[in-house]
T-cell receptor, first 109, second 113 residues
Framework: SQQGEEDPQALSIQEGENATMNCSYK?????LQWYRQNSGRGLVHLIL?????REKHSGRLRVTLDTSKKSSSLLITASRAADTASYFC?????????FGPGTRLSVLP | KAGVTQTPRYLIKTRGQQVTLSCSPI?????VSWYQQTPGQGLQFLFE???????NKGNFPGRFSGRQFSNSRSEMNVSTLELGDSALYLC????????????FGPGTRLLVL
């Protein structure tokens, strides 16, 4: 089973609504990162939250981390059609990055 | 700074052939990682290079190999291609290995017929 698993697998919302994605992981981590991937392209780093942080903001993004529950959430506020993409959480449980299967977000105009 | 570049962007090969993919990291980045992305398996780690040395290798057969040059550019090679090797191959660079934020290239889409 994977270190990081996102939930839900797919999410459709209307433009202007908020989107929340969750990530669960299994082992202790130093940090957790979120990446975005537009269809068939490379991943773009969105935000990194360290294990001693509980919440972090970047523009319309808000990430929370609960190390006791081994989970993180990514909130995108006031979504736009351009936010349509797949979102992945990534951790480093050993010596290399492990990505979850991703949440596919569709923002409808 | 220019971003991570990967060549070629698209490639069609037949079973049994071999292929070499190239990755040029962001200037100053010394760590390069490779990933395979497929609809069924998601993003899977292939290997990581730092200062011309392979630091880690994922769970892939020996047909998958790579190397890194003194200018940090990296290549990966897949020999005896199989249909299941069809995937998007992503390269990512970072200043230092693993714990740092990774910057991804656009990927090479490989189709094996």
């Amino acid at each position: 089973s994977q270190q990081g698993e996102e939930d839900p697998q797919a999410l459709s919302i209307q433009e202007g609504e908020n989107a929340t994605m969750n990530c669960s992981y299994k082992t202790s981590i130093n940090n957790l990162q979120w990446y975005r991937q537009n269809s068939g392209r490379g991943l773009v780093h969105l935000i990194l939250i360290r294990s001693n942080e509980r919440e972090k903001h970047s523009g319309r993004l808000r990430v929370t981390l609960d190390t006791s529950k081994k989970s993180s959430s990514l909130l995108i506020t006031a979504s736009r059609a351009a936010d349509t993409a797949s979102y992945f959480c990534a951790t480093v449980p050993g010596q290399n990055f492990v990505f979850g299967p991703g949440t596919r977000l569709s923002v409808l105009p | 700074k220019a971003g991570v570049t990967q060549t070629p962007r698209y490639l069609i090969k037949t079973r049994g052939q071999q292929v070499t993919l190239s990755c040029s990291p962001i200037s100053g980045h010394r760590s390069v990682s490779w990933y395979q992305q497929t609809p069924g398996q998601g993003l899977q780690f292939l290997f990581e290079y730092f200062s011309e040395t392979q630091r880690n290798k994922g769970n892939f057969p020996g047909r998958f190999s790579g190397r890194q040059f003194s200018n940090s550019r990296s290549e990966m090679n897949v020999s005896t291609l199989e249909l299941g090797d069809s995937a998007l191959y992503l390269c990512a660079s970072s200043l230092m290995p693993t714990q740092e934020t990774q910057y991804f290239g656009p990927g090479t889409r490989l189709l094996v017929l």
